[in-house]
């Protein structure tokens, strides 16, 4: 996502875990962070076999099992991936939001371990080519997975960031209905609100009894989306939305609609409502207990810092390897910018630009979206006809800090592609088009469509990686403005002008959650090394501050587009001529979403073919 605060479902990823687990003898797994930390670190892919293709069948079954044992683990996480869960062989779990207690979760905690072990059983080496990539892609996941696990007790519910509340608009506001049983789910759900947030208050007052309440920061983001979302109850989301839903569904009566809407209602306003005025008080409790500054990420542990910043770049580098890439990533980028003051066709095109004056700055947003889908040709492999659709928000609720997001289809229905648009948005033309071709062509969607019609194993579904998949949509940007027509420098200048500021704020997050720097040390970093320093003054980058220390690594992934930036310099100066940008994207893209551990190795494999 692209200018929104990342919305991590904390309903799929914190609940306790109901997975139906093969029964296996009791084994004790190290609750040592550090453990797995370091196995991270250690990563080193292993040599693979391209011209092996026959696959094992067992490892097929493990991935199988895997599979259907993720989807099993949650209603929601199994209703947002497919319609059909009983085409999959999957039985449908508990209906309900999941619970969540301040504790190592220890019963999850064995399965991901045990699932190392299971791999460990195979051989490697006699795997197929596409199979040792699963094997090593579910090793790097569940290695991650471990070592945040045992953090537990640094997982805030109630964050400007990651707000379990906030997470509730979103989830039954973007719900699908499919049938008649998923509205009855949807009421079911819609009833567990006032329970799953009394468990996220004890969960929080256990969290502060254990010496972490929430800033004053995060309790006043709470209490406003509360106030804001019951100041009006009659026209509460909750409502507008369903109502609005309902009344497009064809396998409903008449009658039925107004049933169904009669009782969301009444349980909006009997029991939803109340349950967030209830939240918005019991947050007050913790006013002034913390400071934002207790929660830098080197103060809580150095080592959590580490691993905070390893996940957000999906990269298992040191932290000062990345902070150096990200810094020659920005410089370069910067270094582009000024260049077309140099040349005054691309000066006067990129004013243009910023005046919105090119043609294709003046469609609106599916037009914009139909350029990009057939003008990224020179750099990117052509998809053909792509089923998706624009969305909007609904403008009485939406938030101003959504410009526009990506909704993944279903599994059983790769055509559904969603773009949701807010139509309060008033951007500029030009930052309209670098949303749009990072939240579409050739960006999240693209992607996403590209990796799912080379017919993947069901499971690459239950894994991801941001710092890949923010860090692609970044990238294929720079190419999106490369498209409109424009010089390289005009086209350069204008992704620059759009993004800057995130990599601003990848490199002030890990100066201030990882070095510990002062708000002067990053004023005075800035005002000596960047080339809009005459536009930086201490309060800007003061507030930049604030709310990084706010948003821990909410920004980072950003940074990650630098490794597909580094890995494409690396080849194009390996292959000289043989190098073409467009074959090289395909292979970014051809095995999906990957820690850059394994992409580098398939960087590797794919100058090695073309120089063999």
Request: hydrophobic share 35%.
């Amino acid at each position: 996502m692209k200018k929104i605060l990342l919305l991590i479902m904390t309903l799929l990823l914190l609940t306790s875990c109901n997975l139906k687990k093969k029964e296996k003898e009791k084994i004790e797994y190290e609750r040592d962070p550090l453990v797995y930390i370091e196995k991270l670190k250690n990563f080193t892919p292993r040599p693979k076999n391209k011209n092996n293709t026959v696959d094992n069948e067992e490892f097929n079954d493990l991935l199988d099992r895997f599979f259907k044992e993720s989807y099993e683990d949650g209603f929601m996480h199994m209703h947002f991936s497919m319609d059909d869960y009983r085409s999959f062989g999957i039985e449908k779990p508990p209906v309900d939001l999941g619970e969540v207690k301040y504790a190592l979760d220890e019963e999850s905690f064995d399965y991901y371990a045990g699932i190392l072990d299971e791999l460990a059983k195979f051989d490697f080496d006699s795997l197929s080519y596409q199979q040792q990539i699963d094997y090593e892609n579910i090793e790097y996941s569940n290695l991650e997975t471990l070592a945040d696990m045992c953090y537990y007790r640094y997982h805030f519910l109630l964050t400007s960031n990651n707000n379990a509340a906030d997470d509730l608009f979103v989830t039954f506001s973007d719900y699908t209905f499919y049938d008649k049983e998923s509205v009855d789910d949807y009421i079911t759900c819609l009833k567990d609100i006032d329970r799953y947030l009394d468990d996220v208050m004890t969960y929080t007052a256990d969290q502060a009894a254990a010496g972490y309440p929430l800033t004053n920061a995060w309790i006043d983001y709470t209490k406003e989306l509360c106030d804001r979302s019951t100041s009006d109850p009659e026209n509460s989301e909750f409502i507008l939305s369903f109502d609005k839903r309902i009344a497009t569904l064809d396998f409903l009566t008449d009658q039925e609609k107004e049933d169904y809407k009669a009782e969301n209602k009444k349980i909006v306003l009997e029991e939803v409502v109340p349950a967030y005025k209830k939240l918005a008080k019991e947050v007050q409790k913790y006013r002034g207990k913390a400071k934002d500054d207790d929660y830098l990420l080197y103060k809580l542990d150095k080592n959590y810092a580490e691993l905070q910043f390893m996940l957000a770049f999906s990269c298992n580098k040191s932290i000062d390897e990345i902070y150096a890439d990200v810094e020659d990533a920005y410089s370069l980028l910067e270094a582009e910018f000024v260049s077309v003051y140099y040349d005054e066709l691309s000066n006067n095109q990129f004013n243009a630009a910023l005046n919105g004056e090119i043609d294709v700055l003046k469609l609106d947003h599916k037009g914009m979206l139909e350029y990009l889908r057939t003008h990224n040709g020179d750099y990117f492999p052509d998809l053909g006809d792509v089923e998706y659709e624009v969305s909007y928000l609904n403008p009485d609720t939406a938030s101003n800090g959504v410009i526009a997001y990506y909704l993944h289809p279903l599994l059983d229905n790769l055509d559904q592609n969603i773009i949701r648009v807010n139509p309060n948005n008033h951007d500029d033309s030009y930052s309209v088009y670098g949303t749009l071709a990072h939240e579409g062509f050739p960006g999240h969607l693209y992607q996403s469509v590209y990796f799912y019609r080379t017919d993947p194993k069901p499971y690459r579904t239950c894994l991801g990686y941001s710092g890949y998949t923010e860090g692609w949509a970044v990238y294929a940007t720079y190419y999106a403005f490369r498209s409109l027509g424009i010089t390289d420098y005009a086209s350069a200048a204008l992704f620059y002008l759009d993004n800057y500021y995130f990599f601003m704020y990848s490199l002030i997050d890990m100066q201030i959650d990882y070095y510990g720097w002062s708000v002067d040390e990053v004023y005075n970093y800035f005002k000596e090394n960047s080339v809009l320093a005459s536009t930086f003054t201490k309060r800007n980058i003061s507030n930049i501050v604030d709310y990084v220390v706010e948003n821990q690594c909410s920004f980072c992934y950003y940074g990650s587009a630098t490794n597909f930036f580094l890995m494409r310099d690396r080849a194009a100066k390996e292959m000289g001529n043989n190098f073409n940008i467009r074959d090289f994207n395909a292979q970014m893209l051809v095995n999906g979403p990957l820690p850059f551990a394994m992409m580098e190795q398939i960087t590797d494999e794919y100058i090695a073919s073309a120089q063999s």
